[in-house]
């Protein structure tokens, strides 16, 4: 890709960037351009937060998922608070969100 490709990429990000209102998005590429500058981000993080995500990595293993739609289904309609699994579910859904 030449030079004058990516700067065209670049001011497009930046268009884009500046007409972002959704504070979540911009938290999120502020940490990803911030993540750049710094060590593995694992080592950032507090004991409790990587007990926690180890916790649900095993989960997954397990098969101790399910889809996000029935977390969503189950949490509207207040059985997710009574599943037989309720201990063992920390948010792992088989597909990633869309930002």
Known sequence: MSTAELNGIKLDLIAWINQLS????IYFLDGLRV??????????LPTR????????LKDAEEGKVMDSQTFWRK????????SKNN?????????????
Not at 22 to 25: A, N, P, T, V
Not at 49 to 56: D, E, R, V
Not at 75 to 82: K, V
């Open 35 to 44: 993540s750049r500058d710094k060590k593995d981000w694992w080592e950032e």
């Open 22 to 25: 959704d504070s979540d998005l």
């Open 49 to 56: 937060q990587k007990k926690q995500i180890l916790a649900g």
């Open 75 to 82: 949490l509207r309609t207040g059985s997710l608070a009574s």
């Open 87 to 99: 201990q063992n579910i920390r948010g792992t859904v088989k597909h990633k969100p869309q930002l």
